[in-house]
């Protein structure tokens, strides 16, 4: 079973910094290989997607995408040797305000998905709060 831990969330004021880790662990699961992506979901609010990473192998690089909402402001990167991704978040505004999940899938490939049924392992979620 796919384990994965967010960790990193916090109360911070608009225009400043957090990052996001998300640690996995599991039998016999290679990290590098899965599509990992970042969701959050607002109080009142549907889950919605921030951020994905995946691998494909034609490339022999990974490929991101992003919610309008959050383009140049969020990077999502991985550190493979860890089993580690990250959600690098600038330029914080209130309106990102919400709990933050790790997803994953044993999927590599260059579609990224962006629903919540793309995934098959979330995380516990870690709480972000934004102050004006």
């Known amino acids: 079973q796919v384990q994965l831990v967010e960790s990193g969330g916090g109360l911070v004021q608009a225009g400043d910094s957090l990052r996001l880790s998300c640690a996995a662990s599991?039998?016999?699961?290679?990290?590098?290989?899965?599509?990992m992506g970042w969701f959050r979901q607002a109080p009142g609010k549907e889950r919605e997607f921030v951020a994905a990473?995946?691998?494909?192998?034609?490339?022999?690089?990974?490929?991101?995408k992003y919610a309008d909402s959050v383009k140049s402001r969020f990077t999502i990167s991985r550190d493979n040797a860890k089993n580690t991704v990250y959600l690098q978040m600038n330029s914080l505004k209130p309106d990102d305000t919400a709990v933050y999940y790790c997803?994953?899938?044993?999927?590599?490939?260059?579609?990224?998905?962006?629903?919540?049924?793309?995934?098959?392992?979330w995380g516990q979620g870690t709480q972000v709060t934004v102050s004006s």
């Open positions: 997803a994953a899938r044993p999927q590599s490939g260059p579609y990224i998905g962006r629903g919540p049924n793309d995934y098959d392992y």
């Open positions: 990473s995946n691998f494909v192998s034609t490339w022999n690089a990974y490929r991101t």
């Open positions: 599991g039998p016999t699961w290679t990290f590098s290989t899965y599509a």
